[in-house]
């Protein structure tokens, strides 16, 4: 299980978007390994165009949305302290989503910077692509 970013779902979604990104995202969803989470429907979905929010509605609906446990709101304040003892300021979003791939054991595929500054402090698995966007045991983070 792979929970996938908003900056993912955002570039794969341009026409002019990173090629590696748009593989790499196609295979998590042939595999049915992307999941995504509230907070990142809510970027995506509520950023979208008037004329695109039907098809990306539409589209989304097939895609597991796992929900944020109770629990998960204190995990991420706990993280936040954590990356602010450690001199880094990080979007409260960006905080919360990788808190919540921590909860759920699972790895987050991103190409937002803060992912990667995150993952030693929280023991964040970060999602690296390899060939044909496929996962590469030997990119992890």
Request: aromatic share 10%.
């Amino acid at each position: 299980m792979v929970l996938v970013d908003s900056s993912v779902w955002i570039e794969a979604g341009r026409r002019d978007g990173k090629l590696e990104v748009k593989v790499a995202l196609e295979a998590l969803l042939e595999e049915y390994d992307a999941v995504w989470c509230g907070l990142v429907k809510l970027e995506v979905l509520g950023a979208a165009r008037s004329e695109e929010r039907k098809r990306l509605d539409a589209y989304f609906e097939c895609i597991p949305c796992k929900p944020m446990p109770e629990v998960g709101w204190e995990f991420a304040t706990q993280c936040a302290r954590r990356l602010r003892d450690r001199g880094l300021t990080i979007p409260a979003t960006d905080i919360l989503i990788a808190s919540l791939a921590v909860t759920w054991q699972c790895r987050v595929y991103a190409i937002d910077q803060h992912f990667d500054l995150m993952a030693p402090v929280l023991e964040l698995q970060l999602y690296r692509p390899g060939y044909g966007g496929k996962f590469n045991p030997g990119n992890e983070a």
